[in-house]
């Protein structure tokens, strides 16, 4: 599966917008969550971080977004930033499968802060990464192997 965004949909109630999208994903979740959640992760799609305290309350300065605070935490599943300027902003990941999840966003803000062209190409890099050969998944433990006799001797082995 390759992932996909579908259409946006915006709300406005005087001078708050909502922005919400449906992003399907070509990992689990788990391969997901570095990249909402982690200074890396967000880095590699989204804007660069230079400081994220992973925990409900937590501080967060998201560079081209704004600073504020950690206002959900749901180890793989939610992370919500609500930064000043910024608004905020809440990744919600659901299972899609064995190997897929769905990304339910929504950014809430007032202003003309951001654009649902803005968050599109954001989420059109986010599937790239994911897409990509190294992606954001979380390193795996090696896998013991069973030692393999050689066919022939290696040379200088005693035999």
Same mark, same amino acid.
Do not use: K
């Given at each position: 599966?390759? #992932?996909? $965004? &579908?259409?946006?949909t915006s709300q406005? =109630?005087?001078? !708050? =917008? $909502?922005?919400?999208?449906?992003v399907?994903?070509?990992?689990?979740?788990?391969?997901?969550w570095p990249?909402v959640? %982690?200074?890396?992760g967000?880095?590699?799609?989204?804007t660069a971080?230079?400081?994220? @305290?992973? *925990?409900?309350? #937590?501080?967060? %300065?998201l560079?081209?977004?704004g600073?504020?605070r950690? %206002?959900?935490?749901?180890?793989?599943?939610?992370a919500?930033?609500?930064?000043e300027?910024?608004g905020? $902003?809440?990744? =919600?990941?659901e299972r899609? #499968?064995?190997?897929?999840?769905?990304? *339910?966003? !929504?950014?809430?803000?007032?202003?003309? &802060?951001?654009?649902?062209?803005d968050?599109?190409? *954001?989420?059109?890099?986010? $599937?790239?990464?994911?897409?990509? %050969? @190294?992606g954001?998944?979380?390193p @795996?433990p090696?896998?013991?192997?069973?030692?393999s006799?050689p066919?022939?001797?290696?040379?200088?082995?005693?035999?």
């Amino acid at each position: 599966m390759s #992932g996909s $965004i &579908a259409q946006g949909t915006s709300q406005t =109630h005087g001078n !708050t =917008h $909502i922005l919400h999208f449906l992003v399907r994903l070509p990992r689990p979740m788990e391969d997901v969550w570095p990249a909402v959640a %982690t200074p890396e992760g967000l880095g590699a799609w989204c804007t660069a971080v230079d400081v994220l @305290q992973p *925990r409900l309350d #937590g501080a967060v %300065t998201l560079r081209d977004l704004g600073s504020g605070r950690v %206002t959900a935490w749901d180890v793989d599943r939610v992370a919500e930033y609500t930064v000043e300027g910024g608004g905020r $902003i809440r990744f =919600h990941l659901e299972r899609g #499968g064995e190997r897929e999840s769905a990304l *339910r966003f !929504t950014h809430e803000f007032q202003g003309e &802060a951001a654009s649902e062209a803005d968050w599109r190409n *954001r989420f059109e890099r986010l $599937i790239e990464v994911l897409e990509s %050969t @190294q992606g954001l998944a979380v390193p @795996q433990p090696p896998q013991p192997h069973e030692p393999s006799e050689p066919s022939e001797p290696l040379p200088g082995q005693f035999t």
